[in-house]
């Protein structure tokens, strides 16, 4: 958890210091090993490359390359688009947990 935790952070911090590409390569390369550690290897290499999810993977992974490679704006935007495909199932169930999180249009207030 600590790897993952500190992977974000360094990605936050990235982007908040004007797209830093150094300190947002260190922040990617711990996230994907901080996952990796914590679901394991195995099951990780079985989330990423999953047939219906190939196109998000390689949103997500090319992302990580062009940072990696110096063009950190670019990465960072393909990195949000495949995390976004990666995870929107697990965002669709964890909007259900949270029913304040949902439109207040489709139930009235109770009175």
Do not use: C
């Not at 394991?40 to 047939?51: C, D, P, S």
């Not at 990465?75 to 697990?90: A, K, M, S, T």
């Not at 169930?93 to 949902?102: E, Q, T």
């Amino acid at each position: 958890m600590g790897l993952t935790g500190f992977g974000v952070f360094f990605l936050f911090f990235g982007m908040i210091l004007f797209f830093d590409k150094a300190l947002l390569a260190i922040g990617n390369i711990l996230f994907v090993a901080g996952l990796s550690f914590v679901i394991g290897l195995e099951r990780t290499f079985k989330f990423f490359f999953q047939r219906h999810k190939m196109k998000a993977t390689g949103f997500f992974l090319g992302g990580v390359f062009v940072v990696l490679i110096g063009w950190p704006i670019v990465g960072v935007v393909l990195e949000v688009y495949g995390f976004f495909l990666l995870f929107r199932g697990f965002l669709k169930i964890s909007l259900n947990l949270y029913p304040f999180l949902k439109s207040s249009r489709s139930q009235p207030l109770p009175r």
